[in-house]
């Protein structure tokens, strides 16, 4: 059917149609919200390129998580600043380290919130890099060992759900491996499958103090012309035994997300990162644009690319929002 027998427009003339035929909606259930846990007691510090977002000490986590959960977001993701740093990064598996705390704190204080936690060593390392060095480089296989260690740490502490992020080869199959042989089989692990060496990571590394002291992160995070090498990363992944796989950033990477929907049937995750956050604000503040129109129109785009979970930080905002509407956006209020 052609024009004028097909007119589109028939389903666009008023609201009611358009919810009639609208494919993709967002919800609550869609977030994660990213949380930055940093030593001390009472520490709220504000994270200057991620406006709203700040570093918090344990205590203050509490008050957080616990007025996440009252908002009806159904988990969080955690990343720590240590107090030390050192060559092999251990405060990443101590068992008292920032994580293991805050982890065995919230599941003592909060019931029923999925506590996912961020598995690598950049933010423990003294030289900011995901694994040991041997010389200047990344040495692949004697950071698995840690990356599991961590993994497993985090578990014993309580949390739900593991996400690797170093970008190392075989990092999924070690950790699924320790979590088994320890008697966590039944904790899932969430892959950075598709993780890019990607410019949009910056104000996260001002948040998580996690940048690297010399170099970049290209010799292990992907490179970002490549797609094809994206389905490969992410059916070596699934092979170890991944359970959700996610790409890593979402927004410059929509068709690495929807290539990813076409091509695996496991839940996927996109993480729509510090630097497409800031963007918005940035642009929200200078008057450019409307930030929260931007916001849901961004967050629509990663959902309608094929994405189940959006890890963001605009998950408390978003959800704020979705509540003043009717639950889903857009709204037809
Ligand atoms: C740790 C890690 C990073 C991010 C998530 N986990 C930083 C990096 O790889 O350099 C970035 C998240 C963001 O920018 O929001 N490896």
């Not at 089989?185 to 949009?200: E, L, Q, T």
């Not at 991944?242 to 290539?259: G, N, S």
């Not at 800031?278 to 961004?298: V, Y």
Request: with cysteine; hydrophobic share 40%.
């Amino acid at each position: 059917m052609n024009f004028p027998e097909y007119r589109p427009r028939r389903l666009r003339k008023n609201e009611n149609f358009r919810r009639m035929i609208r494919e993709t909606a967002l919800s609550i259930d869609d977030f994660v919200c990213p949380l930055f846990v940093t030593h001390g007691n009472g520490v709220r510090n504000p994270i200057s390129s991620m406006p709203g977002n700040i570093q918090m000490s344990i205590d203050t986590l509490m008050e957080e998580v616990k007025k996440i959960h009252g908002m009806g977001i159904p988990a969080i993701m955690l990343f720590g600043i240590p107090d030390s740093k050192d060559e092999l990064g251990s405060g990443a598996y101590a068992e008292d380290g920032i994580i293991q705390r805050a982890v065995r704190k919230i599941k003592d204080e909060v019931d029923d919130i999925l506590v996912i936690t961020d598995v690598c060593l950049c933010e423990y390392t003294a030289h900011g890099h995901c694994g040991i060095l041997e010389g200047s480089e990344v040495d692949n296989d004697a950071t698995l060992e840690l990356i599991g260690q961590t993994a497993l740490s985090h578990v014993r502490a309580g949390s739900d759900m593991v996400a690797p992020s170093g970008m190392m080869d075989g990092q999924v199959g070690v950790v699924r491996a320790m979590l088994d042989d320890e008697g966590y089989g039944d904790v899932p692990i969430m892959a950075y499958s598709a993780k890019y060496a990607s410019c949009f990571y910056d104000p996260f590394r001002e948040a998580a103090e996690g940048a690297p002291q010399f170099g970049d992160r290209r010799s292990y995070q992907m490179d970002p012309p490549n797609s094809s090498e994206a389905m490969r990363e992410i059916a070596l992944d699934v092979e170890e035994g991944a359970d959700i796989i996610m790409v890593k950033p979402a927004l410059p990477y929509l068709d690495i997300i929807r290539r990813a929907r076409d091509t695996f049937d496991l839940p996927i995750a996109a993480y729509n990162v510090s630097g497409e956050f800031a963007m918005i604000k940035a642009a929200d503040r200078l008057g450019w644009l409307d930030g929260r129109k931007a916001m849901m129109e961004s967050l629509m785009s990663i959902k309608r690319a094929g994405a189940d979970i959006i890890i963001t930080y605009f998950a408390q905002e978003a959800a704020e929002l979705l509540r003043q509407e009717s639950l889903v956006w857009p709204g037809h209020r």
